[in-house]
């Protein structure tokens, strides 16, 4: 079984930052995509970043570009999501993914991502 378990959430105040964590087993951290996405209530999952197993690769939605760095640490079996200059608006649930194909703009897609995480809450308050 492929388990992928975030943690880093909670509560801080706009402006704060966090970094989120997702420990993976051996098995999914060797695929060649890591994905963070989110999910408001009574909103779709969003893709947030994503990182190639290399790290050569990243990429960001257009809301968090500048504020957020996605990384890695392979001998940790690690992905991380620093999150800086947060706003209301960042307020969600946070999911790791991992998918089995190397992806760049189609690892923008929940569908293209073949195990995920639990999720860790992120609010932020004004």
């Known amino acids: 079984q492929v388990q992928l378990v975030e943690s880093g959430g909670g509560l801080v105040q706009a402006g704060g930052s966090l970094r989120l964590s997702c420990a993976a087993d051996?098995?999914?951290?060797?695929?060649?995509?890591m994905g963070w996405f989110r999910q408001a209530p009574g909103k779709e999952r969003d893709f947030v970043a994503l990182?190639?197993?290399?790290?050569?690769?990243?990429s960001y939605a257009d809301s968090v570009k500048g504020r957020f760095t996605i990384s890695r640490d392979n001998a940790k079996n690690t992905v991380y999501l620093q999150m800086n200059s947060l706003k209301p608006e960042d307020t969600a649930v946070y999911y790791c993914a991992a998918s089995r194909n190397y992806y760049t703009n189609l690892g923008r897609e929940t569908k293209n991502y073949d195990s995920w995480g639990q999720g860790t809450q992120v609010t932020v308050s004004s």
């Open positions: 051996g098995r999914s951290f060797s695929w060649p995509t």
């Open positions: 990182i190639s197993r290399s790290s050569f690769s990243t």
